[in-house]
């Protein structure tokens, strides 16, 4: 009975230690700890703009850059991203759209609506931002670490890439671990991370 209980605890011990480094992986936050922007604290010093890369669960990575535009972490919002349905509205037309809903003068938004990976939203958010300094790029927790790499790799280093992920997502909980999506996703996106950061 005693090595049963061990052979289960080992086994136990072993997956919560994958899932703990799997999160560590994929889910990166710049600014956990910062209850507001902060010019005197590097960490939470505010940026030039906010991106949204759409995909997954869009309206909750628009909701969380709609959050961090009104506590004033940066002046400027961008939406990226293409629909996969052609004959409606890009998902950064829509982005846009809950924006300005939830008070967001206009003025403010900028939208970029042809990229259909998260190569091209870095890629073509570039061709609008390339004056800036330090960017938030937010997007879902299991696509964050890849997504911050991919920005990075195109803006180079004379830009600070802050990762940002949404703090609620209905692809992806805190509880990922318990559905076969979720660990097809923390699988595939600690492959293709991975790739990415060589």
Known sequence: MLKVTLFFATIFGILALII??????LVVDDIAGCARPDTLVPKCAPADAIVA???????ARAEEAIKLYLAGWAPKLVFSGAALDTSGPSNAEAMRRQAIAAGVPERDIIIEGTSADTEQNAVRSFALLNDAER??????????HR???EFQKVFGNT???VDHPTQTDHIWTKTWY????GWWLALSE???TFVVSL
Not at 20 to 25: A, E, F, L, P, V
Not at 178 to 181: A, K, P, R, S, V
């Open 190 to 192: 600690t492959v293709k």
């Open 159 to 161: 830009v600070q890439i």
């Open 178 to 181: 318990l559905t076969t999506t």
């Open 20 to 25: 703990w480094g799997i999160t560590s992986y």
């Open 53 to 59: 890369v759409s995909g997954g669960d869009t309206p």
């Open 135 to 144: 960017l938030i790029v937010v997007t879902s927790p299991y696509h964050q």
């Open 147 to 149: 997504a911050g790499l």
